[in-house]
């Protein structure tokens, strides 16, 4: 038992050490980066020298027949006929040139040739953060492997590379960089209810579409806000008076959360009010919402509101419960303007 003890220490260990290698080697080779040159090949570049197995990876991604214990040695810009490559592979047997393109549709495919003095076999590999048009590369496509960066995050992705540290942030990174969509989780759509989201969108329009002044707050509609994270609409909302100050704030339906709910963001709030969004954030959640704090804002949610209006016999039940959630909300965010 204490044998068995030590093992599973001393293995975690390694991990750890093998860890901080990796972190180590990436900043080192980072460092070495040059100037001018295109940041995402330095960071490649570098996450592929602090993890030799992705050297494999990247170079079976762009068609190369790669042994599993093959060495590969890895250079950035290096000269050759034609040019400087942006990376070049170079296994026991085989050489990779490597262009990145992210939004230059200069390819360069027509000038580059690796030379053969080594005998070793040439590939060529594109790379791009666009669909490259194969009308541009006439006959020299047919001598380059011409891949998109998402079709890299998916190997990485497919391969369980997500769960590591290193690998993660620069998937993160790439994504950014690249402008990626993230990927679609596996969903199955329930067809029963799909006829009902056009009825439920205009009840929204019907709540949410009209100005309304209280006591305690006014409240006008915007426009319309709809993407992959929600449907919904951006309101103004204030206290009254003409004099008063106003700031536009979301509410809708949050897909994630199955719930009705609403955003504020620092970039739309005044910032004496922004400072007061902890307060916020208490008030709700002493309502029963619940909360999600992101770097630039705050999502507030009802959880179980939508059950609770489908729990509604008719359409003015539903179209109440959702006039009381905005009306919690809007109340919520006067108090601390």
């Known amino acids: 038992m204490i044998q068995e003890e030590w093992t599973v220490a001393a293995d975690a260990r390694q991990r750890e050490d093998a ?7 990436f900043f080192a080779s980072l460092a070495k980066r040059r100037r001018r040159e295109v940041d995402l090949s330095d960071v490649t570049y570098a996450v592929l020298q602090a993890l030799p197995v992705l050297r494999r990876e990247f170079a079976r991604f762009l068609g190369v027949p790669v042994q599993e214990h093959d060495h590969i040695i890895l250079e950035r ?19 990779l040139l490597v262009e990145n393109k992210i939004n230059d549709r200069n390819y ?8 053969d003095g080594d005998q070793k076999t040439p590939h060529y590999g594109l790379i791009a953060a666009h669909r490259v048009d194969p009308g541009q590369l006439t006959e020299a496509k047919k001598k380059w492997t011409i891949r ?5 995050l998916e190997v990485l992705r497919e391969q369980g590379w997500a769960s590591h540290p290193l690998v993660a942030g620069y998937i993160a990174y790439v994504q950014e960089v690249c402008r990626l ?4 989780e596996p969903f199955t759509l329930d067809l029963s209810g799909v006829s009902a989201l056009g009825r439920f969108y205009l009840l929204l329009e019907h709540v949410l579409n009209q100005s309304l002044e209280t006591p305690v707050y006014t409240r006008e509609w915007r426009r319309w806000d709809c993407n992959r994270f929600g449907a919904g609409a951006y309101i103004t909302v204030g206290k009254p008076g003409r004099d008063a100050r106003k700031f536009p704030v979301w509410f809708g339906l949050l897909y994630e959360r199955c719930a009705l709910g609403g955003e504020v963001e620092q970039r739309l709030l005044p910032q ?20 999600w704090r992101y770097r630039d804002g705050v999502v507030y ?7 609770r209006m489908n729990q509604g016999e008719t359409v003015a039940e539903k179209k109440r419960l959702v006039e009381d959630l905005l009306d919690a909300f809007c109340r919520a965010l006067v108090s601390i303007a």
């Open 181 to 184: 969509l993230p990927p679609v």
């Open 77 to 95: 810009e290096v000269a050759v006929h034609g040019g400087l490559a942006d990376f070049l592979f170079e296994g026991p047997t085989w050489k």
């Open 108 to 115: 360069h495919v027509d000038q580059y040739e690796l030379g």
């Open 19 to 25: 860890r901080e290698r990796e972190v180590v080697t």
């Open 301 to 307: 949610w009802a959880p179980g509101s939508l059950e």
């Open 272 to 291: 004496e009010v922004w400072r007061e969004v902890d307060r916020l954030t208490h008030e709700l959640t002493t309502q029963g919402w619940e909360a």
């Open 148 to 152: 998109h960066w998402d079709e890299w």
